[in-house]
């Protein structure tokens, strides 16, 4: 098993999810340049770090799109291989078109750093299969366009379709504006492809899946994805 972290200029959480990776979980691990010819495939997942790719000018993740890697992990993504977006990794595959909707700025206008609470509500993915349907888990957010957005059509679709991963929630579970931290759409906070094999989200699990930390809830996103590679499924 082989795993990939890319490296735009402005990304400022690659090395925790490095870390993860390889030092927590113990899985081969290696950074990937965003510039240049690059061939991924040797690797079975690649991740999409947060930070500020490229400065976020013109929008998070609008010219990240047009780099040499995405090329790349667009084909990787679209041979059935997994592809995880944190964040500004998020940002990115929505720009790329490989998740549907927008990521536009918080409806506070400002930016949010701070621990939610999100409710697992499909666990028949490759990032969630770990977890227990309806489980909440607290995780970190820290964005200023984590306003997840999409059109009546395309969340009704979403919804058919199970591709809504995570949803922002009380800590009991309760969808409700009160605790969605951006304006969110349906208050989702996390998505998958038609195919299941690509994941974004805005909260970010590698920032508590560290055992030197008192909070592990990232560990079974990260758990999730390493059963499903290590069993060559994608369910």
């Known amino acids: 098993m082989k795993c990939g972290v890319v490296v735009f200029p402005g990304s400022n ?13 113990k899985i081969d691990t290696e950074w990937i340049w965003h510039k240049g010819d690059v061939d991924l495939s040797r690797f079975d997942l690649v991740v999409l770090p947060g930070g500020y790719s ?5 929008r998070a993740g609008a010219i990240a799109k047009f780099s040499s890697v995405m090329k790349e992990v667009v084909r990787f993504a679209n041979s059935g291989r997994m592809v995880l977006g944190i964040c500004n990794g998020f940002q990115v595959l929505v720009e790329s078109g490989l998740l549907p909707g927008a ?3 918080n409806h506070t206008q400002k930016f949010v750093c701070k621990t939610v609470s999100i409710r697992v509500e499909n666990v028949s ?29 395309g969340l009704h679709q979403l919804v058919d379709n199970q591709q809504i991963v995570f949803r922002y929630s009380g800590p009991e579970g309760e969808v409700i504006d009160q605790y969605n931290p951006n304006g969110s759409v349906d208050n989702i906070a996390g ?8 994941m974004g989200l ?34």
């Open 13 to 25: 959480c690659d090395h925790d999810c490095f870390h993860i990776l390889k030092h927590v979980f």
């Open 54 to 58: 490229y400065g976020d000018y013109l």
């Open 103 to 105: 990521l536009i700025q």
């Open 125 to 153: 993915t490759p990032f969630s299969c770990e977890c227990v349907g309806k489980t909440v888990l607290d995780i970190p957010i820290a964005h200023h366009q984590g306003n997840y957005f999409i059109d009546s059509d």
């Open 191 to 198: 998505i998958v492809n038609e195919d299941k094999n690509v």
């Open 202 to 235: 805005m909260p970010h699990p590698e920032r508590c899946a560290d055992p030197a930390w008192p909070n592990l809830d990232g560990q079974l996103i990260f758990k999730s994805i390493i059963y499903s590679l290590q069993h060559g499924v994608l369910l």
